[in-house]
């Protein structure tokens, strides 16, 4: 692979995740951080030694990366993306594509029109990258396997549970994280987004959500919700019974199951974790995920770096990579319409 010079444009919690990624990878070298808040620059610039800047577009100016990876708050993912893409440099966003319908579309819809050559010298146009890294879960590839390959038979609906915990603490040390305007929603948005992506991309798009969110236990503490409980209709007939919440004394496993003609299918998520296959006719399979080898890691999601590492071996080929921004777009329109069913958001 050749050589890519990375920017970094925030340095909250999950950018750690895209250090190490980068770090791992052979061929690519991190080479500025850029952070709208001068702690956050300081806190880089001790831990990287790297130059810092105050906006993605003084640091792509200056330093002329290849590609940057935007680990922002919500409320600013679209602004970077955009202002690389213009450039001429690759993106590796992180989830949700953005806080509201109106950004999303306006990211997608630009897509295309960027006229500056690619700064790696490449041919087309640059590429982008949303992070919905637990498509790369060994579990996650299986089970697609076994669906798009017919051997399962019909599909007749699906379960999937996000039953975490959170505290009053977590939303003081970011406060954005509760806010509608800056983070676009609370648990769907931010915890169980991942897991709607998954329901989508594995049993095909959702044409109708039914059901509401709540706040259940960070009322008066936050404006967002922590509880949500639906329906999701999907194109093909099949329908997800989905439940999340962050009101849990301590997280469990992510749970995702689906009933089929001829098997069932379980999902867990976590050391452990992985795909059960429980045949009707008395087989069973299992196929464990990947172990994280460090706790920072394993929270994210250990496919993180799969994701990022097969985004840079993809990038002179001829096609968008496959997680682009119009697919990420099937997540935000089921949560979007759960809070439009509830009569709360943006």
């Not at 610039?45 to 105050?54: C, K, M, Q």
């Not at 500056?116 to 697609?144: H, M, T, V, W």
């Not at 669906?147 to 996000?162: D, I, N, P, Q, Y």
């Amino acid at each position: 692979m050749a050589q890519r010079r990375i920017g970094l444009i925030g340095y909250g919690d999950v950018s750690v995740v895209h250090v190490g990624a980068i770090e791992a990878i052979d061929g690519l070298e991190l080479i500025g951080i850029a952070d709208t808040d001068p702690a956050g620059r300081a806190r880089a610039e001790a831990a990287t030694g790297l130059p810092t800047f105050a906006s993605a577009e003084e640091l792509i100016d200056a330093l002329g990366p290849d590609a940057v990876h935007v680990t922002t708050p919500h409320d600013q993912h679209v602004g970077p993306s955009l202002a690389a893409l213009e450039r001429g440099v690759h993106v590796l966003q992180e989830k949700p594509l953005a806080h509201t319908l109106e950004e999303a579309t306006r990211l997608v819809e630009s897509l295309g029109s960027a006229s500056a050559p690619r700064a790696d010298g490449g041919s087309g146009a640059p590429k982008i990258a949303i992070c919905f890294q637990n498509r790369y879960n060994r579990a996650s590839q299986e089970l697609f396997r076994l669906l798009e390959g017919g051997e399962l038979g019909e599909v007749r609906g699906a379960w999937a549970s996000v039953v975490w915990s959170r505290s009053a603490e977590y939303y003081a040390a970011k406060p954005w994280r509760g806010r509608w305007e800056n983070a676009g929603g609370g648990l769907l948005i931010n915890q169980a987004i991942h897991t709607l992506d998954l329901v989508q991309w594995l049993l095909g798009p959702v044409e109708r959500t039914e059901g509401l969110v709540s706040q259940k236990k960070f009322a008066g503490v936050v404006e967002v919700e922590d509880t949500a409980d639906l329906l999701l209709h999907h194109a093909s007939g099949a329908t997800t019974t989905f439940y999340a919440t962050l009101t849990a004394p301590v997280a469990r496993p992510v749970e995702l199951e689906v009933e089929t003609e001829h098997a069932y299918l379980e999902v867990r998520s976590g050391r452990g974790g992985g795909l059960t296959v429980r045949w009707k006719d008395g087989r069973v399979d299992t196929f464990s995920d990947r172990v994280a080898t460090a706790g920072g890691r394993a929270y994210w999601g250990v496919s993180h770096e799969e994701l990022i590492r097969d985004f840079y071996a993809r990038l002179d080929a001829p096609e968008p990579f496959w997680i682009g921004p119009a697919e990420a777009m099937g997540s935000l329109r089921i949560l979007k319409d759960a809070y439009s069913n509830s009569a709360v958001g943006n």
